[in-house]
């Protein structure tokens, strides 16, 4: 198994930008797809963002497309969300996931995340 740090989480104003970083231990990081999902007080943990192994293709979800960015850097066994142009609606509690099988489609539910990590709350103040 795998496990997962996020980082890089904070109080922001409305249109500004804050950039995620998840950290990965062990050497199967490069095997794994990988997720961002977000979780307000109250709600189911919604999709944000995923990324095959390689990097090579993207999803995202709507309410955040255009706006957000995954990218990862396998040698450095990281995950990163890029998030501009932030809402207060974005506020929640981000969390990294693994996904440990090696075919597509992309996982935009929980479900198809076998690993997480503890979260990094991000909220935006209007």
């Known amino acids: 198994q795998v496990q997962l740090v996020e980082s890089g989480g904070g109080l922001v104003q409305a249109g500004g930008s804050l950039s995620l970083s998840c950290a990965a231990s062990?050497?199967?990081?490069?095997?794994?797809?990988m997720g961002w999902f977000r979780q307000a007080p109250g709600k189911e943990r919604e999709f944000v963002a995923a990324?095959?192994?390689?990097?090579?293709?993207?999803r995202y979800a709507d309410s955040v497309k255009g706006r957000f960015t995954i990218s990862r850097d396998n040698a450095k066994n990281t995950l990163y969300l890029q998030m501009n142009s932030l809402k207060p609606e974005d506020t929640a509690v981000y969390y990294c996931?693994?996904?440990?099988?090696?075919?597509?489609?992309?996982?935009?539910?929980?479900?198809?995340?076998?690993?997480w990590g503890q979260g990094t709350q991000v909220t935006v103040s209007s």
């Open positions: 062990g050497r199967t990081f490069s095997s794994y797809a």
């Open positions: 996931g693994a996904d440990r099988r090696q075919y597509l489609p992309l996982g935009d539910r929980p479900g198809a995340y076998d690993y």
């Open positions: 990324i095959t192994p390689s990097g090579r293709s993207t």
